[in-house]
């Protein structure tokens, strides 16, 4: 990572915040905070200062968060905020939503005088972006009844949205309205109810050829067997698939059925890059197709929402979601979210915009239908020991700093346990995006997702200390941590994480690092791969270090290619010269920082130079996979191959080395296996859940 002015400092600060996340709320400097309560049986006419109600009911908490914001807002007015701080103490309880609670300049803190919004010691406090559906009848419309499978009849409730005061329903193809039951997101009917149907061929009649992959460019397409005999009267069906490649997928309305030749078309416009014989989709929105428990479906003209639940619907709630989002900062600072469980979004639960030093802090943030946190500009601003599963986008985005001058932004994401995310929108859509310059993802436990687990662009992350398996359950030719097609891109640390058991949909392969497209000058080093296809793939970059890693049982370990001297020339050009020129790469800091970027134009920039491949152990599977025109221009430099290295308990995964491996005599150095991971807290538990 190249030395950037002030990188140092935001990585120091990020350490303190860190290290400070138990303590902010309780002392700044010794000061005990100065405290303001909310409760579900409170009054915003009340002081807010008593955590309960008086005997006389003439005193006690606030009712919403607003009141107590615009409390601290007076405070600032009369004076400055008290040394220490102001933390809302929020009661326990279910606060529904139904706009953000919203925060600017105005509701910032300070360094020694933060603002907190956390749970009471002790006690639940759930933020709620939707409503309760009560009312539910059985379904007796006999046309109704009719379209349902005779198994369902009878287990399928129906209630009246309009009556509860929703009438927005948002769009099918995302965004809309979602069901939720036990605090589990529920299934929009569908076919088939698990996994995907195939395509058995495509007759849209245009087709076309993709370096050797043949395709159709209209949407229409064969299917096998009679189930979408059902289907004909369906008010509004859609299908969602991996059209062409197995990493883009798109969902498209359908258009007409043809039972009798077997035919979907679907609505333009068509996905970009076509359909192909043989890929998978699943047709949803069918009332034909709620043959489950757990499957619903809404009929957006009369309000009614059908539902099998998989339980006695008095043991729910049964929620859907009405807020677009939960929580937005917007130019504050030195504002901390604390111990709260927010949840039933129709969008991402909080958004950051600016601001300095803000976090989320042991959050649980569930089934929403965006993000978990969304992180804009500013400096400094995290998210910390925070549970997030049922997303339907990805869980953290951290974007920050500024390219041209190489400033880092110092955004995190630590000791976070994000897992089943991406359950709508499956692809790019990771546990951890990061964007900019000098962000961070650290400690993060992340598992069981259809796509990636980590993706980055831009300059000088750190990617460390994190646990990563089953991830790009759904997609091939995907890298659990991926970035690509930039020369300049440079300067992303990817060091002491352990990857394993990733191996892509119907185990046919995808990535562990993948460096697409021929991404430079990033360092793979001291990680764990443990059976992972392609573990480290350099696809055609340059400058790139693979060292001191331990791959176990992976096929193959280490992957480079010679793409822009073939079949990716024709982006050199054009997409690479273009993101290359917009960079002042041939000025300071860019010229101190990547020297080797400075003379590319004068090297031969489609060929895979400079990369080095040191000091790594092999066991199992495969080592190389190494296109004969990059080979000769790889370094290769003691990696330990075949040998057995000496772990010390591998039936167990413990990859660390005996004091007598061969390895050491090579260089190797010792990777801190135990430092991997959670850590605190947040291992804890998620060690409960796993048990």
């Known amino acids: 990572m190249m030395n950037t002015p002030g990188f140092g400092a935001l990585l120091a600060m990020g350490a303190i915040l860190l290290a400070g996340t138990l303590s902010v709320s309780t002392a700044v400097e010794g000061k005990t905070p100065t405290a303001l309560y909310v409760a579900v049986n409170g009054r915003d006419d009340w002081s807010g200062r008593r955590p309960s109600p008086n005997r006389g009911r003439t005193d006690g908490p606030f009712a919403t968060l607003e009141r107590a914001r615009d409390e601290i807002r007076k405070m600032k007015q009369a004076g400055a905020l008290p040394r220490g701080g102001v933390t ?21 803190g300070t360094q020694g005088s933060p603002v907190v919004y956390t749970a009471y010691a002790g006690e639940q406090v759930r933020l709620v972006g939707g409503k309760v559906v ?29 009556a509860l005061g929703i009438a927005d329903f948002g769009a099918v193809s995302g965004g809309g309205l979602e069901l939720f039951f036990q605090d589990r997101p529920m299934t929009l009917a569908r076919w088939p109810n698990e996994g995907f149907t ?37 008010k509004d069906v859609w299908v969602h698939g991996y059209w062409f490649w197995d990493w883009a997928d798109e969902r498209h309305k359908v258009e007409s059925i043809d039972t009798a030749r077997r035919i ?39 309000g009614l929402l059908y539902f099998w639940p998989p339980a006695p619907i008095d043991q729910g709630p049964a929620v859907v979601s009405v807020a677009p989002t939960l929580v937005t900062l917007r130019d504050a600072s030195h504002v901390t979210l604390r111990g709260l469980i927010l ?55 951290l974007s920050g700093g500024d390219r041209k001058t190489l400033t880092p932004a110092g955004h995190y994401a630590d000791n976070n346990h994000i897992h089943h995310y991406s359950r709508w929108n499956r692809m790019y859509h990771p546990a951890i995006m990061m964007d900019g310059v000098g962000n961070r993802a650290s400690h993060n436990l992340i598992h069981d997702a259809p796509h990636e687990a980590i993706g980055f662009w831009g300059n000088d992350h750190v990617i460390e200390f994190n646990e990563i398996h089953h991830v790009c359950m759904e997609s091939n030719d995907a890298g659990a941590i991926y970035c690509g097609r930039d020369w300049t891109m440079r300067g992303t640390q990817i060091r002491d994480n352990f990857l394993h058991d990733i191996n892509g949909f119907e185990g046919r392969g995808c990535v562990g690092v993948y460096l697409d497209d021929m991404l430079c000058g990033i360092e793979i080093r001291d990680n764990v791969f443990y059976k992972v296809t392609r573990a480290a793939f350099i696809g055609g970059g340059r400058d790139c270090v693979v060292e001191n890693n331990i791959f176990v049982d992976c096929d193959p370990a280490v992957h480079v290619d010679a793409r822009a001297l073939g079949w990716a020339s024709e982006t050199v050009p054009t997409t690479m010269m273009e993101r290359l020129t917009a960079m002042p790469y041939r000025q300071p800091p860019w010229s101190d920082g990547y020297p080797r970027l400075v003379s590319i134009l004068e090297e031969e ?4 130079r400079g990369n080095v ?41 413990n990859f660390q080395l005996r004091d007598d491996s061969p390895a050491y005599g090579l260089g190797f150095r010792r990777i801190p296996m135990g430092k991997i991971g959670l850590y605190g807290e947040a291992r804890s538990a998620a060690q409960a859940i796993s048990r």
């Open 264 to 302: 979907i078309a679907v609505v333009p416009p068509y996905h970009g890059y076509g359909y192909r014989k043989g890929q998978w989709f699943y047709a949803f929105n069918l009332l034909a197709e709620l043959d489950s428990p757990g499957e619903w479906y809404l009929d957006r003209e009369t």
């Open 198 to 234: 195939h395509i058995v061929d495509v007759v849209g009649g245009q087709p076309y050829d993709i370096r050797g992959t043949v395709g159709d460019r209209i949407g229409k397409f064969t299917y096998e067997g009679d189930r979408p005999k059902r289907w004909v009267g369906e």
């Open 88 to 108: 809302v103490k929020l009661r326990g309880g279910v606060y529904e939503r139904e706009k953000p609670f919203e925060l600017s300049l105005e509701d910032s």
């Open 613 to 653: 491949i040191a000091r790594n152990i092999c066991w199992g599977g495969k080592w190389d996979e190494i296109e004969s025109a990059a080979r000769p221009l790889v370094t290769f430099e003691a990696n330990l191959l075949d040998q057995d290295p000496h772990f010390v308990d591998p039936a167990h995964r």
């Open 605 to 608: 920039p489609a060929a895979p």
């Open 343 to 397: 949840e039933a979004a129709r969008g991402t639960a909080v958004t950051i915009t600016g601001g300095a030093q803000d976090q989320v802090v042991g959050c649980t943030l569930r089934n929403v239908g965006g993000d978990a946190v969304t992180i804009t500009g500013g400096a400094a601003n995290g998210v910390a020991d925070c549970e997030i599963y049922g997303t339907g986008n990805g869980g953290i985005n």
């Open 134 to 162: 009560t009312g539910w009848q059985p379904v007796t419309d006999p046309a109704v009844l009719g379209r349902l499978e005779e198994a369902a009849r009878g287990k399928v409730l129906q209630a009246d949205l309009r």
